[in-house]
């Protein structure tokens, strides 16, 4: 009987979970920071691994900039392009072994599974697989149907080119790094998109990176959207460690009104005020808690039908997950392929490691063999014993030794200051000088 058949499907309640909770102080892991393991460029699908050729520099923008190009159309056939390479084909790129970790996803994935418990209007489905051979979980977003790109999403890929002093908005060339990131009890492999980067020459990444956004200027009645957009910020970069969130503030018309400057820990303490209602406050350690309970709940799932593609389906109307198998979807054979290429190219590694020609060293000499190098005299011209060889070396000039030069008188001069001062005064009477 096959493994989907017996299978029941398993739902969680995220609502009835965020009302339930109770903190037990078990949180304060989170606040270790996360540690850049790998990184490379993306130019028009190609992987450059270890470059830094599409991390731009942080350039503050002017306000009153008009966030309208001629370049939308473009932006949006660019957008509706897959990114055309292989599953997991950075990470062996960039020579990351996956295995080491218990989770890995993007940023994105993460994103949408952690703020589920106030998410009510956008539902997602997430597929995830385990193997056998390794307890690693493997998450990816499904897409369902064709994105439709927005004016704000065009706006903000506006806001990025001119904060990093570029003309055109190029969604093909991108930055990505992979972060460790350890979330309760599970060690996470995130990648994810810087957009820059500060000049600094003490501090070291992920201190230096920049997180830009973009958003309409809210009003009072709207403040609940804004206070959740601040909860996708402060999570966004609160996973990989950015400090710094530039936000750039628009009107309807897409002019740019002004630049705030945000930190990433203090954004939880400006919401703070919101908690008490559930329809406006957000809280970060509830959110972290659900993530971590999520993943807890998704790997049992897996490592009971290791091999299968299971989906991860979200409501957002009910705020309910659905998890069942989907072995239709062919996700676990594309993880499968990537952990094979994976560990075919460890092998090779390993085994041009042991194949290298070892340098051939010298063969080690006894000592009575050096001994005899070093005291054994040389070997002299052996003298024909006849009358006419003698006084022919007899006849030969000898060497002469070279006369001293008789010393400068800048040297007397020093050699004279250099006696004493009794010396000098009466050396003439006692025969000194």
């Not at 904060?163 to 492999?189: C, I, N, W």
């Not at 930190?263 to 559930?278: A, M």
């Amino acid at each position: 009987m096959p493994a989907y058949k017996r299978f029941a499907e398993l739902s969680i309640d995220a609502g009835e979970w965020c009302r339930n909770w109770e903190y037990d102080g078990k949180t304060q892991e989170q606040r270790k920071d996360a540690v850049q393991v790998g990184y490379f460029s993306r130019t028009d699908g190609k992987i450059t691994a270890n470059s830094r050729e599409n991390l731009h520099y942080f350039k503050p923008p002017l306000p009153e900039t008009n966030l309208n190009g001629n370049d939308y159309e473009e932006f949006c056939n660019q957008k509706n392009r897959s990114t055309g390479w292989r599953y997991l084909e950075p990470h062996q790129r960039c020579n990351i072994d996956v295995l080491k970790y218990d989770v890995v996803a993007g940023r994105s994935t993460l994103v949408k599974i952690a703020t589920a418990i106030y998410e009510r209007k956008y539902p997602f489905e997430i597929n995830a697989v385990t193997f056998r051979d390794c307890k690693t979980l493997f998450l990816s977003s499904r897409q369902t149907q064709t994105v439709q790109t927005e004016k704000h999403h065009y706006w903000g890929a506006r806001f990025e080119a001119i904060s990093t002093g570029r003309e055109t908005v190029a969604t093909e060339s991108q930055f990505m790094t992979f972060f460790k990131r350890k979330v309760g009890p599970h060690t996470l492999l995130i990648t994810a998109e810087m957009d820059c980067v500060l000049k600094s020459k003490s501090k070291k990444p992920p201190s230096t990176y920049v997180e830009l956004k973009c958003r309409e200027d809210v009003t009072r009645n709207n403040y609940s959207r804004f206070m959740f957009m601040y909860m996708r910020y402060w999570l966004q970069s609160h996973l990989v460690s950015v400090p710094t969130i530039v936000v750039g503030v628009r009107d309807k018309a897409g002019k740019l009104v002004k630049v705030d400057v945000l930190r990433t820990e203090k954004l939880p303490e400006i919401c703070k005020q919101y908690r008490d209602n559930l329809e406006m406050g957000w809280n970060a350690r509830k959110i972290l808690d659900f993530l971590s309970f999520m993943l807890t709940q998704i790997s049992r799932v897996c490592e009971k039908n290791a091999g299968t593609t299971v989906r991860l389906k979200f409501d957002a109307s009910k705020q309910l997950f659905t998890v069942r198998l989907a072995p239709e979807d062919n996700f676990a054979e594309r993880a499968g392929n990537a952990l094979v290429r994976l560990k075919s190219r460890q092998h090779r590694r390993q085994d041009t490691k042991h194949t290298k020609p070892k340098p051939q060293k010298k063969p080690l000499q006894s000592p009575k063999d050096t001994e005899k190098k070093l005291y054994e005299p040389k070997p002299q011209k052996k003298l024909q014993h006849t009358p006419a060889a003698v006084e022919e070396e007899w006849a030969k000039p000898k060497p002469q030794k070279k006369k001293s030069q008789p010393t400068p008188a800048r040297t007397k001069k020093k050699r004279r200051h250099q006696k004493s001062w009794f010396q000098r005064t009466f050396g003439t009477c006692f025969g000194v000088l």
